[in-house]
């Protein structure tokens, strides 16, 4: 199966800073890459769907000018957390495949904003 | 929108116990079925999944799961449980939409205790 890595794994950072999370697949070209958001004991939540070389495609209630996708490669996705404020910290995973394959996951990055 | 409903949120059970985690999905279309595995302070890791075909999969370590599309179910079993099988599960369901990506709907999960 894909293996994808994030980074950073942790990041703590203050109030207003804006943090840029990677997620790489290492043995897969990806076109569509997926990034959730878990809560402390809850479950993920899909936030959006990066699409390689277009518009990511956001779920309902996330704000696409807050969490900025980029997907500038086939084995690339960045999300960037802009203006970070206490309320964004969560643990944040990517996942690559889809499309009548399973779902891949990246390690997650651990976000804490002080 | 699809939801997906976990029915144990903590299980507690003594090793070589059989297991039995329900799931319960709300769509109206096709879905493709998952449950996932998240050992402590690891990446979450495929167990099984159903596409189509057989409705009783069976995955890693000795689990299975049967989907029952007339109770909107996909329970995961493993008859003989280890202390090695504690971890939080998901469930999990996608539509199928026929070889296009779309993203999953996870279920809260189960945290899973295993006593030695």
């Known amino acids: 199966g894909a293996v994808v890595s994030q980074h950073p794994s942790w990041v703590i950072c203050k109030s207003g800073t804006s943090v840029k999370i990677e997620c790489r697949s290492l043995?897969?070209?990806?076109?569509?890459m997926f990034w959730y958001r878990q809560f402390p004991k809850q479950s993920l939540m899909l936030m959006a769907t990066?699409?390689?070389?277009?518009?990511?495609?956001?779920e309902q209630g996330v704000e696409k000018d807050k969490f900025l996708i980029n997907h500038a490669s086939l084995t690339l996705s960045t999300l960037t957390v802009t203006s970070a404020h206490p309320e964004d910290s969560s643990f944040y995973i990517c996942?690559?495949?889809?499309?009548?394959?399973?779902?891949?996951f990246g390690d997650g990055t651990r976000l804490s904003i002080l | 929108a699809q939801s997906v409903s976990q029915h144990n949120h903590h299980v507690i059970l003594s090793e070589a116990a059989s297991l039995e985690l329900g799931c319960n999905y709300s769509?109206?279309?096709?879905?493709?079925l998952f449950w996932y595995v998240q050992y402590p302070g690891q990446h979450l890791q495929l167990l099984l999944k159903?596409?189509?075909?057989?409705?009783l999969v069976k995955g890693i370590k000795g689990f299975e799961a049967e989907f029952i599309k007339s109770k909107f179910s996909f329970n995961l079993r493993k008859p003989s449980v280890q202390w090695s099988d504690t971890a939080e599960y998901f469930c999990?369901?996608?539509?199928?939409?026929?070889?296009?990506?779309?993203?999953?709907?996870f279920g809260k999960g189960t945290h899973l205790i295993i006593q030695p």
């Open positions: 996942s690559v495949g889809g499309g009548g394959q399973p779902q891949h």
């Open positions: 043995d897969f070209q990806a076109t569509t």
């Open positions: 990066s699409n390689e070389g277009s518009k990511a495609t956001y």
């Open positions: 769509y109206g279309g096709t879905v493709n």
């Open positions: 159903y596409f189509s075909g057989d409705p």
């Open positions: 999990a369901v996608t539509p199928d939409s026929g070889g296009g990506a779309d993203g999953l709907t």
